[in-house]
């Protein structure tokens, strides 16, 4: 993976490209309801685990281990959103999709018929195969099948995907674990798996054969046996890390040089060359949907846990309080998707990650007696609008700065990191969170968790967006380095 000159990219899509037209005219109508589909699909499971969590983890005897359980998944979407980008490359996004899909369908058999909490975050895991698979295997759909102009308004309806879900799904996923129990949040979320393959198999199969019979079609990308090799060894490391944690005796941290060891390298190999320096273009742009994913979605476990445990909430009140945050994203989304953007990109990104810093320490003001419980809801809704300005900006930045052929490799990259970010971030808080008492007070239910867990949580989740903005400024090429 190599940083590229925008004029390299931009190579005609396999679909004909009409003068006028959106996402939803012609050729692109079917495949972009499918895409969206599965993205819907994604977003209402997200939106019931999230509002279902606490409940499960205090059923299961697994306080503990809460932020495992949302860990667990990115962990093994190391793995795969790599295997499904080499995947991708050599063959198509058709087989990994769908195989990513009834992965993912497992995963959520497994977690809600788990006995124990390990047995669930196993399921979890389950889920991170198929996710990785079924992500990166969209972004190949977005690189391949609509041309540069139409980019920026397909990942605006990725986001928009998420509204219903943002809005319905706390009310649904609370609602069945206070009368059905929060095993039906999972167990019934497999039925929608049908609507997606049904959609999207017709088009993008379509879209497929027309790639193939195109003069424009890419040649297969030789398999890199090292980078597959490398994405193991990074989710085992990263595995690794989270479980020394969580220790911390003499084995844990035994555990954690070997995790250590293992990431590192992986790490340093999977990503674009100086990524983990900041170096300009698209290094930068790769290193920022980590940063911007880990401090988001680490503060967003935890939040509805703070609004039950500190609170009192139900958990379909403490579900809710996220859902202002889903919607606003689609608004932020939609924003950096309007005409003129493009030439703002790095103050948009920028934007986005002070948001999102605002957003996380306004949330921790919940922990005052006197503030009101709506101001988390109202912080999450500022930090919607800021992811929405700054992830659907990186992912437009990195389909600019990627020749075709290497859409797959860099688009792995980028939820490679988004991954990494999360599994770090998410794996810190757990940490933070049970070593000053929150786990083991919680999982005793001997009354509400202590301040303190949540508070280090959100000033250390509110400091990392705070130098993602300050790194944003790099994501420009300058123009000396473009020739």
Sequence with gaps: MTTTSPTQVGSPSAMPEPDTGGVLSGPYRALTLGIVSVVLLLAFEATAVNTAMPVAARQLHGLGLYAFAFSGYFTTTLFALVVSGQWCDRRGPLAPLFTGIAVFGAGLVTAGTAASMWLFVAGRAIQGLG????????????????????????????????????????????????????????????????????????????????????????????????????????????????????????????????????????????????????ARGLPTVILLRGVAAGAFFAAEAFVPLMMVTQRGLSPTLAGLTLTPGGLAWALGSWLQGRPGAEKHRDALIRLGFVLTAVAIAGAALVLVPAAPTWTAAVAWAVGGVGMGLAVASISVLMMKLSTPEETGANSAALQLSDALGNVLLIGLAGVLFAALGGGSLAAAQSGPTPVAPFAVIFLVMTGVALVGAAVSGRTSVRPAART
């Design 131 to 278: 996710g990785g698979l079924v992500i990166v295997a969209l972004y190949v759909v977005v690189g391949r099948a609509f041309p540069e102009r139409l980019r920026p308004s397909v990942f605006a309806a990725f986001s928009a995907a998420w509204v219903l879900p943002s809005i319905l799904g706390p009310l649904i996923s609370g609602a069945v674990t206070q009368h059905l129990g929060w095993r039906w949040v999972f167990l019934a979320v497999p039925v929608l798996i049908l609507l997606p393959l049904a959609v999207m198999g017709p088009a993008l199969r379509r879209s497929e054969r027309a790639r193939k019979q195109s003069r424009d079609r890419l040649d297969p990308q030789p398999y890199d046996r090292g980078r597959t090799v490398g994405a193991a060894m990074a989710a085992l490391g990263a595995g690794l890390l989270q479980y020394a944690g969580q220790r911390r005796d003499a084995v844990g941290l035994l555990l954690a040089v070997a995790g250590a060891a293992l990431l590192g390298p992986a790490v340093v190999r999977l990503l674009p060359a100086g990524t983990l320096r900041a």
